[in-house]
Every structure is written in C-alpha cells, then in structure tokens.
C-alpha cells in the first residue's frame, strides 16, 4: 500500500514563487523516477518537470530556468521550486512516481492528488 500527499499550491501574483511538495509512503521497494504534470482546464496534461534516481532532470521548454525540480531520496520525496510564475502557469499540478513496491517487485505509476497554483496578473 502506497500513498502520495501532494502539498505546496495556492494562489501568488505574476513574478511570484511557489514550492511544490510531493512525498510517497509505504512499502516501497525502490524509485525509479519522480515527476510533476500539469492540466489547465481545456488541455492536456502535460509533463512539468522530472528526476531520476540518478539525479537526471527532464523540463518543459516553458518552464526551463524558471522551474527547478529536486529530490531527497532518503524521505521519497520530489519538490518542484517554481520561480518567475506567469499566469500560464495556472493549473492543477499532480506528482507522479515511478516505483516499485516492495511486497510483489512490480513497477507502477502512482499519481498524487494534484495541488491547484493559480497566478493572477
């Protein structure tokens, strides 16, 4: 049994910063990668931002050198630091973690509960 508890949204100014907070508890055997999508009403989901257990980082060009993705793996857990946030910006974001749990060694995707950032202009 494993649970995600997202954290970190709310409602900033353009130019403003927000943190991000995702962490995954329960038996888990081992992480492969964790990451952050985001869905705006009307249009997909898109990937955010991502890190691998190795510390590879993976971004959306319309988020590159203003987002910053990190991890502590000893707490499993991912942060996304957003800075220079744009209205565009605005939308549900949801933490995903590619994992494998511990009592069958099986790989899953598991999605946080999504955290709403709303910037205003």
């Known amino acids: 049994q494993v649970h995600v508890e997202e954290s970190g949204g709310g409602l900033v100014q353009a130019g403003g910063s927000l943190r991000l907070s995702c962490a995954a508890s329960?038996?888990?055997?081992?992480?492969?990668?964790m990451g952050w999508y985001r869905q705006a009403p009307g249009k997909q989901r898109e990937l955010v931002a991502a890190?691998?257990?190795?510390?590879?980082?993976n971004y959306a060009d319309s988020v590159k050198g203003r987002f910053t993705v990190s991890r502590d793996n000893a707490k499993n857990t991912v942060y996304l630091q957003m800075n220079s946030l744009k209205p565009e910006d605005t939308a549900v974001y949801y933490c995903?973690?590619?994992?494998?749990?511990?009592?069958?060694?099986?790989?899953?995707?598991?999605w946080g509960q999504g955290t709403l950032v709303t910037v205003s202009s």
């Open positions: 995903n973690i590619d994992l494998v749990y511990y009592s069958t060694r099986t790989r899953v995707e598991v």
């Open positions: 890190i691998t257990s190795g510390g590879s980082t």
């Open positions: 329960g038996s888990i055997f081992s992480i492969n990668a």
